[in-house]
């Protein structure tokens, strides 16, 4: 495997490399889906990026284009990694859009700790925010939690 082409390609959908590998040789998707048994629709959905690439398909495709194998796997692989690291960047803190700057007028945003400070934005949210703040801060924590933090602040007629 190219270290360096892996490297270029890390994030990039496995599909849609291996749509251009099929456009540098002249290769129509379903004709070629069909040599190396497989369903056209199945390569078509890979090559849109709306399916992952499989370990079977994978090893059919590389060797009918004479790449090394793994390599669609690498790609699919590192693929995932960068989708769940997006997932978990949204997951670090609350729709910023959803809040008002002005609830956080004396403290910068992008400094706020939303897990150790929760008590605190949680407090801000329920004294100050609108019914739409409430939501996304019972989104972001759960209801749960959200409960527990405005029962221990005598807050719950505020929730």
């Known amino acids: 495997m190219k270290t360096n082409e892996i490297d270029l390609l890390k994030g990039i959908h496995p599909g849609f490399v291996l749509e251009r ?7 129509r998707k379903g004709p070629f889906a069909i040599s190396i048994n497989a369903y056209p629709q199945i390569l078509g959905d890979i090559t849109k990026g709306k399916r992952g690439m499989n370990t079977a398909l994978s090893l059919r495709i590389e060797h009918a284009l004479g790449l090394e194998e793994g390599f669609f796997m690498t ?13 978990q960047q949204d997951m ?30 949680i407090q801000r949210i ?9 939501a996304e801060i019972r989104r972001f924590y759960g209801s749960d939690i ?14």
């Not at 790609?75 to 997932?87: A, F, G, N, P, T």
């Not at 859009?97 to 939303?114: E, H, N, P, Y």
């Not at 329920?126 to 409430?134: A, L, P």
């Not at 959200?146 to 929730?159: D, R």
């Open 21 to 27: 590998k099929l456009k540098e040789k002249n290769l």
């Open 126 to 134: 329920f004294e100050r925010g609108d019914e739409q703040e409430k």
């Open 146 to 159: 959200v409960k527990k933090v405005l029962q221990e602040l005598n807050l719950s007629h505020a929730g």
């Open 75 to 87: 790609l699919q692989v590192h693929y995932e990694i960068k989708e769940e690291k997006r997932k």
């Open 92 to 121: 670090s803190h609350p729709d910023l859009a959803i809040l008002r700057s002005g609830l956080f007028w004396d403290t910068d945003v992008s400094k706020i700790d939303w897990q150790r400070q929760r008590k605190a934005i």
